[in-house]
T-cell receptor, first 112, second 115 residues
Framework: SQQGEEDPQALSIQEGENATMNCSYK?????LQWYRQNSGRGLVHLIL?????REKHSGRLRVTLDTSKKSSSLLITASRAADTASYFC????????????FGQGTELSVKP | EAGVTQFPSHSVIEKGQTVTLRCDPI?????LYWYRRVMGKEIKFLLHFVKESKQDESGMPNNRFLAERTGGTYSTLKVQPAELEDSGVYFC?????????????FGPGTRLTVT
């Protein structure tokens, strides 16, 4: 069974709207990270939130973490067409040498 | 500073053939990871090198996959013989330290298509 599960699997919004993606996981984590993948390109690291943090901001991104519910959310405010991409959450477990366990991702489409 | 690079960007081979993927990590990064994403599924960990040593290869699917990192610099991932289910995107990542807090920098990936 996978560690990370994301919903929705696909999200289509208009430019200027906010986009919220959710991620759930199963086991205790050291940190949770969000990545973006533009079509045909590599994974870009967006933000890392540690297990003792509840919220983190980076520009138009806001990430929350609820360890009691084993869930995280990524909010992109005032979305732009350039935000169209696949978004993945990834968890880093204790004593696992840094390897990341990814969710299936959310396909975000922002229409101009 | 150059990022993680991977070669080739795309490879199309027939079932039964051999393919070798290459990853050049960021200079000075001792840790190198391989991941892959099979169509429509999640990105899965394959293995982790610390310098030239395999730290964790628990994600390698079977013995048709062989990863090396001679000299602790670039790494290769060989698939021999390739099967249809090996198709997907293979990502390489590197980091300075192995601790979980260290950010991994990903390459653009190699898209492998086995026909």
């Amino acid at each position: 069974s996978q560690q990370g599960e994301e919903d929705p699997q696909a999200l289509s919004i208009q430019e200027g709207e906010n986009a919220t993606m959710n991620c759930s996981y199963k086991t205790s984590i050291n940190n949770l990270q969000w990545y973006r993948q533009n079509s045909g390109r590599g994974l870009v690291h967006l933000i890392l939130i540690r297990s003792n943090e509840r919220e983190k901001h980076s520009g138009r991104l806001r990430v929350t973490l609820d360890t009691s519910k084993k869930s995280s959310s990524l909010l992109i405010t005032a979305s732009r067409a350039a935000d169209t991409a696949s978004y993945f959450c990834a968890t880093a477990l204790y004593n696992q040498g840094g390897k990341l366990i990814f969710g299936q991702g959310t396909e975000l489409s922002v229409k101009p | 500073e150059a990022g993680v690079t991977q070669f080739p960007s795309h490879s199309v081979i027939e079932k039964g053939q051999t393919v070798t993927l290459r990853c050049d990590p960021i200079s000075g990064h001792d840790n190198l990871y391989w991941y892959r994403r099979v169509m429509g599924k999640e990105i899965k960990f394959l293995l982790h090198f610390v310098k030239e040593s395999k730290q964790d290869e628990s994600g390698m699917p079977n013995n048709r996959f062989l990863a090396e990192r001679t000299g602790g610099t670039y790494s290769t991932l060989k698939v021999q013989p390739a099967e249809l289910e090996d198709s997907g995107v293979y990502f390489c990542a590197s980091s300075q330290g192995w601790q979980v807090r260290n950010e991994q920098y990903f390459g653009p990936g190699t898209r492998l298509t086995v026909t």
